[in-house]
């Protein structure tokens, strides 16, 4: 079954309102195996309604459309579904009486415009709203369904759930499937780097893998359409598992986890304590660590310097520049290891470029460089400044260098892989 | 100017992403003016971002795409425009260029796939992109012109002011229009007589009138198109007249205000303190109030009692029901005046069914009682419970009974009027 999602609303053209109804009626969908194809947004204009209720029937089996079902002049989604159907509005005695029941209980006059509520097209399949007064309904037509619920997101989700899910359930003859995703996460290596990776894999039809890369990180999802949650699963994993294959260690996790998260997982695991440095990212990185509930337990010490020259004038190293070869960081992040008693120590030491940012054209370089009790480290990163996408690239690289150190102790404890 | 927006990507359509790149270019088209018709979502399938695009490219004049335009094989926007096209792609040296350059920069490897951003459909006006890799271009057809932006927010945004912006204006032949909006907030009034009092004003094309309810409020939207921001406003502001006009009290505020905002703003333009007691919005109206920074100052007292019962039981009234008739709140909302040394003090006292909502069939009712040096006002509502929408609806009331009540001692001390 393939579906359209037809939001109508002349505030959504004119960016007033995000649109997070289509986004619920989207994972409705997902759930029962229905595929969405497209998604269209109009505006309270009839005709242009119609036009897109027609069309939407000629590529798809089912068309949900939210909002335009008030009393007021511009609410007109069942007129122009009418239009589209060939039928008249009929009113529909059942729905007047729960209109007007509402209005009595709430002692307040009953405009004229509210009975326009109770009209639908005729034959029509009422949808009854217990939470609203604005009926949903559904029109069955030679060239598909269209299923019109309200646009208040708490009557959509309600009936989305209660009515249409059943009623689209039953309309495929208990043939429902499931689509499902699961997303692993990588970083380290850009987007161009992972998709060279498996894109052999990125040419199957189900699951679907893609990818997605934002600040520094490359998201692969895989998506399954399968008969059973289980078996959405089992294909899930099986995907899952050629693509660790190829992509090793870059996965640092699934779902919504973010590296700061596992991190401060694996810090709490193998029962170690950081110590963090930062100049150019200026506190960004501690912030990403503390914002973890569990960050406290394993954060010995954060401080931020004013600069990589602070850094220099106080630990040495950086004859030029101090961010031109690792010797200040590597320096940094010793003796920050032994003044704070940590098991291991990161330090971060930039160009201070205000503003610069990964693509900008001068050159900007970070050192990055992660002391232990055995050894000491280091990453040169191509890029500097105090940008906020540079403060979130290098920050991320510099936690991966972490995550992968701590990998390596949890392996060689014999401890089960965490990832 | 008419124009579409295509946003692709698959994980649009699985509900995974909130799309939020086109509620910001919708409004950036509004700033000049250009009529957004649709907005249209497909997934990284060439054959039907093509298909999206024909059809778009048959009913507005410009169709602006974000998406598909990384370096993955899911990534197949350039190759779906070029088929619109009906021309090849062709490799820009430039493109490579920079790409190429950044990566050096990064001293990360170059894949073969990034290759790819350097293609674009022959004859294409390249859209340079100096925050990102992938490369943004516009299409002129004879059909409409198709401009193709990247899905990463920040670059989109970034090109969409610096370039797209631009280059429609051009386009546009300095005519360059404006679209805005005013919104009118209402309580106390359902959404059909809002509707009734404004229907002949609902008619009119420039501005277009709407309305839209939420939570037992409504809101009235005026929206223009004029050749300068001045003339917009003028137009706005005539339409707002007259809504005004016919609306009078019932309206608020305008824009983002929200009603615990104008009541906090008038007790303190009145220099009055309010008290306040509660039953079954359990706390909730507080809250509301409280979440305006001046509330401290003109809050005196919150309460709130376990129930209707217990509020009978102190203060007394309520023979039957505390809630059936007012004088449980009455007698509580004296007593508190008295005590709090508040200039004024709000009583709600409601019946107590758990999730109870407007829209049950069960019969809840919540009494509010206004008391003030001078005399005790009350107002029944004919729903009850302790159901999140009837907390608010109940508490919108309210604070409309104090709003109305301070707009009137306001007028009395000749102040200006402050909506």
């Not at 505006?43 to 798809?60: F, V, W, Y």
């Not at 209109?99 to 509520?117: V, Y």
């Amino acid at each position: 079954m393939k579906a359209e999602i037809i939001t109508i609303g002349t505030e959504l053209l004119l960016g007033e309102q995000v649109d997070t109804n289509s986004v619920y009626i989207a994972q409705q969908l997902a759930r029962i195996g229905v595929d969405l194809y497209y998604k269209t947004t109009v505006g309270d204009n009839r005709g242009r309604i119609a036009e897109a209720l027609r069309l939407a029937l000629g590529r798809c089996d089912v068309v949900i459309t939210t909002g335009g079902l008030g009393p007021t002049a511009d609410d007109v989604t069942r007129e122009a579904v009418a239009d589209v159907a060939g039928r008249p509005l009929v009113l529909v005695p059942a729905l007047l009486t729960h209109i007007e029941s509402l209005f009595q209980r709430w002692g307040r006059p009953m405009t004229e415009n509210n009975r326009r509520q109770a009209y639908v097209p005729e034959g029509a399949l009422i949808i009854e709203n217990p939470v609203g007064t604005a009926p949903a309904f559904a029109v069955d037509l030679p060239q598909g369904t269209i299923i019109c619920l309200p646009g208040v997101p708490r009557e959509m989700k309600y009936l989305m759930e209660e009515r249409v899910l059943p009623y689209l359930r039953e309309k495929m003859g208990g043939r429902t499937q499931v689509i499902k995703s699961l997303i692993l996460r990588t970083c380290g290596l850009g987007e161009s780097q992972v998709g060279e990776q498996i894109e052999d894999l990125m040419q199957c039809a189900n699951p679907t893998v893609g990818t997605a890369a934002h600040a520094g990180q490359t998201d692969v999802r895989i998506t399954v359409k399968a008969d059973s949650e289980e078996e959405a699963d089992r294909l899930l994993e099986e995907m899952a598992a050629r693509v660790r294959e190829r992509l090793g260690d870059a996965i640092y996790g699934t779902g919504s986890e973010t590296v700061e998260e596992v991190v401060v997982r694996l810090l709490t695991q193998a029962g170690r304590r950081l110590a963090l440095l930062e100049t150019n990212t200026g506190g960004a990185l501690a912030a990403r660590l503390r914002s973890v509930p569990q960050a406290e337990q394993v954060l010995a010490l954060a401080e931020v310097l004013a600069d990589a020259e602070t850094v220099a004038a106080r630990f040495g190293g950086g004859e030029e520049a101090p961010w031109s070869s690792p010797s200040a960081a590597v320096r940094a992040a010793q003796e920050l290891l032994a003044r704070s008693g940590a098991d291991l120590a990161l330090a971060l030491v930039g160009s201070m470029e205000p503003g610069g940012d990964p693509y900008t054209a001068r050159q900007g370089v970070t050192q990055v460089a992660l002391a232990t009790p055995q050894d000491v480290a280091w990453q040169t990163h191509h890029f500097g400044g105090t940008g906020e996408l540079t403060q979130r690239w290098v920050g991320t690289r510099a936690l991966d260098q972490v995550r992968r150190y701590l990998l390596s102790v949890l392996r060689s404890q014999g401890l089960p892989k965490p990832a």
